[in-house]
C-alpha cells in the first residue's frame, strides 16, 4: 500500500480519551502482576528461598495449564451475560480486586520453610492468582474487541493500551531493587511490602477500567443467541485466519519462554559474578529504557502500522527483534556491562508491536467471524488464544527448568561454572532468535489485509441495516 494513502476513521468510530486512558489502566494491571511474577519467582522463590528450578518449572506450568482451562470457561460466560452493567464490566469490576489481593498473597511465605512447604504455597497461590486473572482479563481483552468497528482506531486503542502498560512497566523491572533495601531483612521480606502497594495499584486501574469503559455492542447483543460452549470454542478453532495468526505468536512465545529468566542469571552470575547490588542495578536500568522506549515507539508504531498496515508492521520489528537479541552475543560483557541496553532497545519495540498490533489483528478476526457466522463472539476469541498462548508458556516453563539443569546450573553456589555460563548464553541468544524468523516467514502471506478488513466492515454495515429495516417494517 502507498504510504500517503490509508482509510480515515469516521466520528462514530472514533473512542474517546477518556475511555482509551481506562481501557489502558486495566491491561497495565494485568500486564504488570503477570510479568512481576514472571520475573521474580527465580529470584526470590529460587535463588533466595531455595526452591529447585525444576519445582518451581511445574510451580509456574501447572497455574498456567489451568489457566488456559478457567480462559475459555470465563470467555464463553462473558460472551452469554446479559447484565445492565453489560456482558464485560461485571467480571472486570470483580475480578480487579481479587487480581490484586492475590498478587500480594503470592509473596508472603516467609523464610524457613521447607522446600516442599514453600513449593505448596506457591503453587496454591498460584492457582488463585491466575484464577484472578482469567476472570478480569479475558472479558478486559474482549471489551477491546468492539469498542469500535474501525480498523486503524483499534490500533490507536491498542497503541494507548501499550503506551500505559508501559507506564507500569517502568516501575516493574525496579521491584527487585526495592525488595534489596537496606531498610528489608532481605528480598523476601521486602517483596511482602512491595506486593502490597502494587496488589492496591492494580485493583485502582481494574476498576477505572470497569467503570469508565462502554460496551458497544450491547444492543446488538440482545438480539443474538446465547452461544453454545463447545460449538463456540470449535468454531474459533477451526477459523484460518486465526490459526494462521496462532502460528505467527506461538514460536515467539515458545523462544523468550523456553529460556524464562536465564538473562538474569546471565547479568547476575556472568556479567556481574554473582554481585546481586550491580546486577539488580542493571536490571532497572535495562527495564527502565525497556519501557521508555516501548512509550516513544507507541507513537512510531502507529503512524507505520496506518500506512503499511498490521502484518507488515508486525514483521519488520520483529526482523529488529532478532537481529537486536543476536547482539547479545557481544552485548553480555564483564568488561563494559552496559551494552547490553543495545539487544533490550531492539527487543522492547519488537515486542511493543506484536503484542500491541496481535491484539488489534484479533479484533478485525472477530468481525469476519461475525461476517461467517452471524455472532459476535469476542470473549471466545480473547480466551482461545489465550488458551494457545498459555499452553505454549505452560510447556516452555516445564522445558525451561529441565534446561535450566541442563547447562549445569546450581543455586546454591554462589559462582557458576565456565561451562554453565556458556550454555546459558547459547540457550538465551539462540532460540529466540531463531524462533523470531520463523515468525517473520508465516507473516508474509497474512490473509487479513487492511483492505480486506474494510470490506468487511462495509458489508457488516450493509447486514445490519439490512436487519434493522426489516424488523421496522413488521
Same mark, same amino acid.
Given at each position: 500500500?502507498?504510504?500517503?494513502?490509508?482509510?480515515?476513521?469516521?466520528?462514530?468510530?472514533?473512542?474517546?480519551?477518556?475511555?482509551?486512558?481506562?481501557?489502558?489502566?486495566?491491561?497495565?494491571?494485568?500486564?504488570?502482576?503477570?510479568?512481576?511474577?514472571?520475573?521474580?519467582?527465580?529470584? +526470590?522463590?529460587?535463588?533466595?528461598?531455595?526452591?529447585?528450578?525444576?519445582?518451581?518449572?511445574? $510451580?509456574?506450568?501447572?497455574?498456567?495449564?489451568?489457566?488456559?482451562?478457567?480462559?475459555?470457561?470465563?470467555?464463553?460466560?462473558?460472551?452469554?451475560?446479559?447484565?445492565?452493567?453489560?456482558?464485560?464490566?461485571?467480571? +472486570?469490576?470483580?475480578?480487579?480486586?481479587?487480581?490484586?489481593?492475590?498478587?500480594?498473597?503470592?509473596?508472603?511465605?516467609?523464610?524457613?520453610?521447607?522446600?516442599?512447604?514453600?513449593?505448596?504455597?506457591?503453587?496454591?497461590?498460584?492457582?488463585?492468582?491466575?484464577?484472578?486473572?482469567?476472570?478480569?482479563? +479475558? &472479558?478486559?481483552?474482549?471489551?477491546?474487541?468492539?469498542?469500535?468497528?474501525?480498523?486503524?482506531?483499534?490500533?490507536?486503542?491498542?497503541?494507548?493500551?501499550?503506551?500505559?502498560?508501559?507506564?507500569?512497566?517502568?516501575?516493574? &523491572?525496579?521491584?527487585?531493587?526495592?525488595?534489596?533495601?537496606?531498610?528489608?531483612?532481605?528480598?523476601?521480606?521486602?517483596?511482602?511490602?512491595?506486593?502490597?502497594?502494587?496488589?492496591?495499584?492494580?485493583?485502582?486501574?481494574?476498576?477505572?477500567?470497569?467503570?469508565?469503559?462502554?460496551?458497544?455492542?450491547?444492543?446488538?447483543?440482545?438480539?443474538?443467541?446465547?452461544?453454545?460452549?463447545?460449538?463456540?470454542?470449535?468454531?474459533?478453532?477451526?477459523?484460518?485466519?486465526?490459526?494462521?495468526?496462532?502460528?505467527?505468536?506461538?514460536?515467539?512465545?515458545?523462544?523468550?519462554?523456553?529460556?524464562?529468566?536465564?538473562?538474569?542469571?546471565?547479568?547476575?552470575?556472568?556479567?556481574?559474578?554473582?554481585?546481586?547490588?550491580?546486577?539488580?542495578?542493571?536490571?532497572?536500568?535495562?527495564?527502565?529504557?525497556? %519501557?521508555? =522506549?516501548?512509550?516513544?515507539?507507541?507513537?512510531?508504531?502507529?503512524?507505520?502500522?496506518?500506512? =503499511?498496515?498490521?502484518?507488515?508492521?508486525?514483521?519488520?520489528?520483529?526482523?529488529?527483534? $532478532?537481529?537486536?537479541?543476536? =547482539?547479545?552475543?557481544?552485548?553480555?560483557?564483564?568488561?563494559?556491562?552496559?551494552?547490553?541496553?543495545? &539487544?533490550?532497545?531492539?527487543?522492547?519495540?519488537?515486542?511493543?508491536?506484536?503484542?500491541?498490533?496481535?491484539?488489534?489483528?484479533?479484533?478485525?478476526?472477530?468481525?469476519?467471524?461475525?461476517?461467517?457466522?452471524?455472532?459476535?463472539?469476542?470473549?471466545?476469541?480473547? %480466551?482461545?488464544?489465550?488458551?494457545?498462548?498459555?499452553?505454549?508458556?505452560?510447556?516452555?516453563?516445564?522445558?525451561?527448568?529441565?534446561?535450566?539443569?541442563?547447562?549445569?546450573?546450581?543455586?546454591?553456589?554462589?559462582?557458576?561454572?565456565?561451562?554453565?555460563?556458556?550454555?546459558?548464553?547459547?540457550?538465551?541468544?539462540?532460540?529466540?532468535?531463531?524462533?523470531?524468523?520463523?515468525?517473520?516467514?508465516?507473516? +508474509?502471506?497474512? &490473509?487479513?489485509?487492511?483492505?480486506?478488513?474494510?470490506?468487511?466492515?462495509?458489508?457488516?454495515?450493509?447486514?445490519?441495516?439490512?436487519?434493522?429495516?426489516?424488523?421496522?417494517?413488521?
Amino acid at each position: 500500500m502507498d504510504l500517503k494513502q490509508h482509510h480515515l476513521t469516521d466520528k462514530q468510530d472514533k473512542i474517546g480519551f477518556s475511555q482509551k486512558v481506562a481501557y489502558g489502566l486495566g491491561a497495565m494491571s494485568t500486564n504488570v502482576a503477570v510479568n512481576s511474577l514472571s520475573n521474580l519467582t527465580m529470584l +526470590i522463590y529460587n535463588a533466595c528461598l531455595g526452591v529447585n528450578p525444576i519445582l518451581l518449572g511445574f $510451580a509456574q506450568g501447572i497455574p498456567r495449564l489451568w489457566d488456559a482451562a478457567t480462559d475459555t470457561i470465563i470467555g464463553v460466560c462473558s460472551d452469554n451475560t446479559r447484565t445492565r452493567f453489560g456482558r464485560r464490566k461485571p467480571y +472486570i469490576f470483580f475480578g480487579a480486586i481479587a487480581l490484586g489481593i492475590t498478587f500480594s498473597l503470592l509473596w508472603m511465605a516467609p523464610k524457613g520453610w521447607s522446600e516442599y512447604t514453600t513449593f505448596g504455597y506457591f503453587l496454591v497461590m498460584s492457582l488463585l492468582f491466575y484464577t484472578a486473572v482469567a476472570v478480569f482479563d +479475558i &472479558p478486559r481483552g474482549a471489551l477491546g474487541y468492539e469498542m469500535t468497528d474501525d480498523y486503524h482506531e483499534r490500533t490507536r486503542l491498542f497503541a494507548y493500551c501499550s503506551f500505559l502498560i508501559n507506564v507500569g512497566a517502568i516501575t516493574t &523491572p525496579w521491584l527487585y531493587f526495592i525488595a534489596n533495601l537496606s531498610v528489608f531483612k532481605d528480598e523476601a521480606q521486602g517483596m511482602k511490602y512491595v506486593g502490597i502497594a502494587m496488589g492496591a495499584l492494580m485493583i485502582f486501574g481494574g476498576i477505572v477500567c470497569a467503570v469508565v469503559c462502554k460496551e458497544r455492542k450491547t444492543q446488538q447483543i440482545t438480539r443474538q443467541e446465547r452461544v453454545k460452549f463447545w460449538s463456540s470454542v470449535s468454531t474459533t478453532c477451526k477459523n484460518r485466519t486465526f490459526l494462521w495468526l496462532l502460528a505467527i505468536v506461538f514460536p515467539i512465545t515458545l523462544g523468550f519462554y523456553f529460556v524464562n529468566g536465564f538473562s538474569q542469571y546471565i547479568m547476575l552470575y556472568f556479567v556481574y559474578s554473582g554481585d546481586k547490588h550491580a546486577a539488580s542495578v542493571l536490571m532497572g536500568w535495562c527495564g527502565t529504557l525497556w %519501557a521508555t =522506549l516501548s512509550l516513544v515507539g507507541v507513537f512510531l508504531m502507529t503512524y507505520v502500522a496506518t500506512r =503499511l498496515g498490521k502484518s507488515k508492521t508486525v514483521m519488520i520489528f520483529l526482523i529488529v527483534m $532478532a537481529l537486536g537479541n543476536s =547482539l547479545k552475543v557481544v552485548c553480555y560483557s564483564r568488561t563494559h556491562p552496559w551494552l547490553v541496553l543495545i &539487544p533490550t532497545a531492539s527487543l522492547s519495540l519488537g515486542f511493543l508491536v506484536l503484542f500491541s498490533l496481535v491484539y488489534s489483528m484479533l479484533a478485525d478476526i472477530c468481525d469476519e467471524d461475525e461476517l461467517n457466522t452471524g455472532k459476535r463472539r469476542e470473549g471466545s476469541y480473547q %480466551a482461545v488464544y489465550n488458551w494457545w498462548w498459555k499452553i505454549g508458556i505452560s510447556g516452555a516453563f516445564f522445558v525451561s527448568g529441565f534446561l535450566l539443569r541442563s547447562t549445569g546450573f546450581n543455586e546454591k553456589l554462589a559462582a557458576q561454572s565456565d561451562s554453565t555460563l556458556f550454555w546459558l548464553r547459547v540457550w538465551e541468544i539462540g532460540l529466540p532468535t531463531v524462533m523470531c524468523l520463523i515468525s517473520v516467514l508465516l507473516l +508474509i502471506k497474512y &490473509p487479513l489485509t487492511e483492505q480486506r478488513a474494510y470490506e468487511i466492515k462495509d458489508l457488516l454495515a450493509k447486514r445490519k441495516l439490512a436487519a434493522f429495516g426489516e424488523e421496522k417494517r413488521i
